[in-house]
């Protein structure tokens, strides 16, 4: 795991299995964003430690999105840590169905064993749970839409295209936009690095994600915190440009 604190102010990014989970720090209280792997429940526990809490300070989790690397956590953790579990309306069927994900191109084993470099990662993913997700029970969610306001102050940006009920989450505050999958820096099914988009084989509609980019780019955050790979801090615009570049 690598735990890195402030990566804007009061967000602390907790990396797993080359899967980002953000801790924002709301008055004396934690918001969690994403839920990585089952078994990122332990390095989870831990991080809250490292900042000198016990778990009984985090006040809910916001999910943005759906697929079995951000929800893995989530049934424990609104099972026993007895927390609202925020996602988008439109991605909370999948989030109960992790694996039933859309996805552009047919060919969904084929990215990653033309692209040796991915291998390393995608079994770090296996080795962390990533066949063992449980759905999170519909009971257990708290679906929003796409003008909300979520705990922390964070401004839903929908972005629409790796799963249909994607959202990314502006901190204005922080001068930070929480990207999920729209936007990454490591694409964990290829390897590769850089402001991106992911790969088609686990992307619903790419074009959608492509015109989803003009989104991140319009909060003019200065940092942009991604689902898989390492913090931007030279502004959303920048990014997006990156990102619409992607060749996949
Ligand atoms: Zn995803
Ligand atoms: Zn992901």
Redesign the pocket.
């Known amino acids: 795991m690598v735990f890195q604190r402030d990566v804007a102010p009061g967000i602390h990014r907790l990396e797993h299995a080359y899967?980002n989970q953000y801790l924002v720090e709301v008055d004396d209280r934690l918001v969690i964003v994403d839920a990585g792997l089952p078994r990122s429940y332990g390095p989870l526990v831990e991080a809250i430690h490292h900042l000198g809490h016990d778990v009984d300070v985090v006040s809910a989790l916001i999910i943005t999105h759906g697929?079995f690397?951000?929800v893995g956590t989530a049934r424990r953790l609104a099972k026993h840590w007895r927390i609202p579990v925020h996602i988008h309306r439109d991605d909370a069927w999948l989030a109960a169905h992790p694996y039933r994900y859309a996805h552009q191109n047919a060919t969904r084993l084929g990215v990653p064993l033309r692209n040796p470099s991915s291998w390393k990662l995608l079994s770090s993913m296996a080795f962390a749970g990533a066949f063992k997700v449980r759905g999170v029970d519909a009971a257990q969610l708290t679906t929003f839409d796409d003008d909300a306001e979520l705990p922390g102050g964070a401004e839903v940006i929908p972005t629409p295209g790796h799963t249909f009920g994607h959202a990314s989450l502006h901190l204005p505050d922080r001068d930070a936009v929480i990207s999920g999958?729209a936007l990454v820096t490591l694409d964990?099914y290829t390897g590769a690095h850089g402001p991106r988009l992911?790969a088609g084989s686990a992307t619903a509609d790419l074009e959608r994600n492509r015109a989803s980019l003009d989104a991140i780019a319009a909060t003019g955050a200065k940092s942009v915190l991604p689902?898989?790979g390492v913090p931007w801090h030279h502004g959303a615009a920048a990014a997006a440009e990156r990102a619409r570049h992607t060749d996949s």
Do not use: A, L
Request: aromatic share 0%; charged share 20%; net charge negative.
């Open positions: 899967t697929h690397d951000h999958d964990p992911i689902g898989h």
